[in-house]
């Protein structure tokens, strides 16, 4: 008995072994269809698998260079558009500037204007109080020369009394009362 075990173990070895090296064998019909399995295999994953996954590859490829030009664009213009708003800006300062300039001559002149005007206000309120002034000085002067000539026709008619009649010593007190001027 340990004789066969001895047998039989060492049969399935020796079997092995010999699949083992016929599987390790070059054999020339294996290469060849292994070589037309991978050209199938090659040529089904190139028509099914490559070819999309390469139109895929393609196609992302440019939306990314399409997203890239957009980008580089959307940057111009962003550019542009902050040169244009800069020059906006510049030319809204500058409209500012000469607004306010023009606004502060109007005003300069206004006020030249309002000064001109005020002279002429206060020299004519000066004219009209000289000439009310000299016209109550007139009248001043006109009362106090009739009054003066009242009181010498009195002072007369009291030296002289009953000498003169009443047409003499209205026509003395006039001509004393042109007489007398108080200047």
């Known amino acids: 008995m340990a004789a066969e075990t001895q047998t039989v173990t060492e049969q399935p070895i020796a079997e092995h072994h010999d ?10 019909q294996m290469v060849l269809l292994t070589w037309v399995a991978f050209g199938i295999a090659a040529a089904l994953l190139a028509k099914l ?19 890239l030009d957009d980008a580089q664009k959307a940057r111009q213009a962003a550019a542009e558009a902050d040169a244009k708003a800069e020059q906006t800006i510049t030319q809204a300062k ?37 000439e009310q002034l000299r016209n109550e000085r007139e009248a001043a002067l006109l009362r106090l020369n009739e009054r003066a000539g009242a009181e010498i026709a009195q002072a007369l008619e009291r030296m002289l009394p009953g ?8 026509s003395y007190q006039e001509k004393i009362a042109a007489d007398i001027r108080f200047n």
């Not at 699949?19 to 020339?28: A, I, K, R, T």
């Not at 306010?100 to 020299?123: F, L, N, S």
């Not at 000498?163 to 209205?170: D, F, P, V």
Request: glycine share 2%; hydrophobic share 40%.
């Open 94 to 130: 500058t409209e500012a500037r000469q607004l306010a300039d023009e606004q502060a001559a109007i005003a300069r002149q206004h006020i030249v204007r309002m000064e001109e005007e005020a002279r002429e206000a206060i020299a004519q309120k000066k004219r009209e109080a000289e």
């Open 19 to 28: 699949s083992v090296g016929s599987v390790l064998e070059f054999n020339g």
């Open 163 to 170: 000498m003169l009649t009443e047409a003499q010593r209205q």
């Open 49 to 67: 698998l490559w070819k999309p996954i390469l139109n895929f590859v393609e196609a992302r490829e440019n939306e990314i260079k399409s997203a």
